[in-house]
């Protein structure tokens, strides 16, 4: 009689198992499979014009090439959730200069990492984390004073003027990003901190630790995917 219940009990078990498991599966956000959604566009990538081999700044000008494409062309949504919008423009951009790097699959590989940023910006903003304006107005300036310092500046005063704007413009428009990015930094940071993986006493250690990250940072966009329900909105035809 007693092995009997056992059996039972052990059989609800994994019925249980079975369909807390189907359910989960159900509710799980494919990542991969979205971004297959959205892999209508990879045949649009925007080329750069050619550059001199023995120009010193080939890969910046090309570079600067392919945003100047880019931004000649209309934007359109390509995934959309409560607090994650990514339009074709960025994507495209990205994708274009991997594609110039020969990476694989570049198309993919940019939506993916616009994807991924968006949801670790918005779980940073959900944990309370905002860098002030005060602070990115002092990384805004660093990052200003780095480009009037460069030797290549001419290539980026080259590419303001055929896109049409003025550095104040363009700065204008950096503010928000740099924002962002540094929102995220700081969220990244301390939740490193906090997992005790932001120091290491070997490289074995740094591997490690390094592994543990990359597990917790997708499950740390998982779960923001799945709760922002992102979704396809709109492909190139």
């Known amino acids: 009689m007693k092995r009997a219940v056992l059996l039972c009990l ?7 198992a079975v ?6 599966t159900r509710r ?6 979205l971004i297959r ?21 080939r890969e910046e000008r090309i570079y600067w090439e392919i945003e100047k494409a880019q931004a000649a062309r209309p934007a359109y949504t390509l995934l959309q959730g409560e607090t ?10 990205i994708a274009g200069k991997y594609q110039q790097e020969g990476k694989g699959e570049p198309y993919e590989t940019a939506l993916r990492y ?15 984390y ?24 001419d290539v980026f005063c080259a590419y303001l003027e055929t896109v049409g704007l003025s550095e104040e413009a363009y700065w204008a428009q950096q503010f928000p990003v740099i924002q962002k990015e540094d929102t ?31 597990t917790l940072r997708a499950r740390i966009i998982g779960r923001q995917l799945r709760k922002d329900r992102v979704r396809v909105v709109s492909s190139q035809t």
């Open 10 to 16: 052990c059989a609800v078990l994994v019925l249980g």
């Open 184 to 214: 995220t930094a700081a969220y990244v940071e301390a939740v490193k901190a906090e997992k005790g993986l932001d120091s290491f006493t070997s490289e074995e250690d740094a591997a490690w630790k390094e592994s543990r990250w990359q």
């Open 19 to 24: 369909a807390v498991g189907l359910v989960a």
């Open 84 to 93: 994650i919008c990514i339009d074709s423009t960025e994507v495209l951009t």
């Open 28 to 33: 799980g956000f494919d990542e991969n499979s």
């Open 130 to 153: 905002r860098v002030s304006a005060a602070d990115t107005a002092r990384h805004l300036a660093e990052t200003r004073q780095s480009f009037a310092e460069a030797s290549n500046r």
């Open 37 to 57: 959604q959205s892999a209508a566009d990879a045949h649009t990538l925007p080329t750069a014009a050619p550059v001199d081999e023995a120009d010193p700044y």
């Open 114 to 128: 616009v994807l991924e940023r968006e949801a670790l910006y918005a779980a940073a903003v959900d944990a309370g």
